[in-house]
């Protein structure tokens, strides 16, 4: 196991934005996720009938029991997740605050706490928290255009964080990225790595190798979302270098 923690050198400038994101996405995980995947579906929610028209049943599951075993949260994401199928303005935003669980919230809140940091620094906090929003919208039609049909809502920060990472790749080829190692027995310790090649990593084996392999679809992971993501980070970051160079 591979596990990033941390990043060296880090700016002097205090990170608002950057745990003002982390903060919003762990309270609406804590305020809607967790009450929500505790609580049983109201039956009279008009969205249910549309739910299970879209996902039906299968083999001998009857709506019987797909009811007694949907949360309240589920179908809360199937109107607040972006669904491709069903594109709408508000889940283009919504989605990108939204996660399926704990693991899904603390991997993505790593990424953004070990590599926020510096890209607001070199953005400032407002065209830091524009670009965050403008790249989690890409990575989700970037994902989206691979994937129209599809009814499966996608939740997670990861789209907006990949362009931020995207951001990082382009402006921080100098800085290492502190990494445990964990191959127990073996070996366990810290290393520094280059922060090119962990982003390398996550760009084309974690995201663009699984994203051919499997022709687009996603199992579980929304690879589009981070590829597309990255991309416009980079294309930002670069468009940013020359717009500033332009009016130097």
């Known amino acids: 196991m591979f596990l990033p923690y941390g ?12 745990w003002l994101l982390i903060g919003i996405n762990l309270a609406v995980f804590l305020a809607v996720t967790v009450p929500l995947s505790l609580a049983r579906v109201d039956l009279n ?7 299970l ?10 709506t019987q029991d797909v009811l007694q075993h949907l949360s309240a949260y589920e179908l809360f994401v199937f109107r607040y997740g972006f669904r491709p199928a069903a594109p709408s303005l508000p889940s283009l935003f919504s989605c990108m605050f939204l996660h399926g669980g ?6 993505n809140m790593l990424f953004l706490y070990i590599f926020g940091n510096n890209v607001e620094a070199r953005l400032g906090s407002v065209p830091y928290l524009l670009v965050y929003l403008l790249t989690g919208v890409t990575a989700t039609l970037f994902f989206a255009a691979f994937a129209p049909g599809s009814q499966i809502p996608l939740v997670g ?18 800085n290492r990225v502190k990494t445990f190692i964990f191959l127990f027995p073996f070996l366990m310790t810290t290393v520094l790595l280059p922060a090119r090649l962990v982003l390398g990593v996550y760009l084309i084996l974690d995201n663009l190798l699984p994203f051919i392999i499997n022709g687009g679809a996603g199992a579980g992971v929304a690879h589009g979302a981070h590829i597309g993501g990255f991309l ?11 717009w500033r160079g332009i009016r130097h």
């Open 7 to 18: 990043d060296t050198p880090n700016p002097m400038a205090p990170s608002y934005v950057t």
């Open 45 to 51: 929610d008009p969205l249910l009938l549309e739910y």
């Open 53 to 62: 028209r879209t996902y039906g049943t299968r083999g001998f599951v009857s």
């Open 102 to 107: 704990w693991m899904h919230l603390a991997g």
């Open 157 to 174: 920060a990861s789209g907006a964080i990949s362009g931020v990472l995207g951001c990082y790749f382009l402006w921080f080829p100098r």
């Open 232 to 242: 416009g980070g980079l294309g930002l970051a670069y468009g940013f270098d020359r």
